[in-house]
């Protein structure tokens, strides 16, 4: 069974940082599966975020690139995504989820969720 379960979240202020992280199977991260971490605000659509592939191989949005870093420790069967230098408008659920497709970018192309952490920036 497949499963993916977020934490890390909380309340920050702008210019703060958090550490999310996302336990998995050992069939996620010890196959060709990528994961990646998307996030959904109150009144938009879930949009990606940054996404990491079984090989190492890892892409971030246009807004998330220059403050966010994903990485992945397959041993710990674990991903994270450290986020500095955060933003009112990075307040979000934030969701990790994994796929066996190389279309890191639509949100449609992940077959796993977790649950979601809220992220709140505010002062």
């Known amino acids: 069974q497949v499963q993916l379960v977020e934490s890390g979240g909380g309340l920050v202020q702008p210019g703060g940082s958090l550490r999310l992280s996302c336990a998995g199977s050992?069939?996620?991260?010890?196959?060709?599966?990528?994961t990646a971490w998307l996030r959904q605000a109150p009144g938009k659509v879930r949009e990606f975020v940054a996404a990491i592939g079984w090989s190492g191989y890892s892409t971030y949005s246009a807004d998330s690139k220059d403050r966010f870093t994903i990485s992945r420790d397959n041993a710990k069967n674990t991903m994270y995504l450290q986020m500095d230098s955060l933003k009112l408008e990075d307040t979000a659920v934030y969701y990790c989820?994994?796929?066996?497709?190389?279309?890191?970018?639509?949100?449609?192309?992940?077959?796993?969720w977790g649950q979601g952490t809220q992220v709140t920036v505010s002062s």
């Open positions: 050992g069939s996620i991260f010890n196959s060709n599966y990528n």
């Open positions: 989820a994994a796929t066996q497709d190389d279309i890191y970018y639509d949100v449609s192309s992940y077959a796993y």
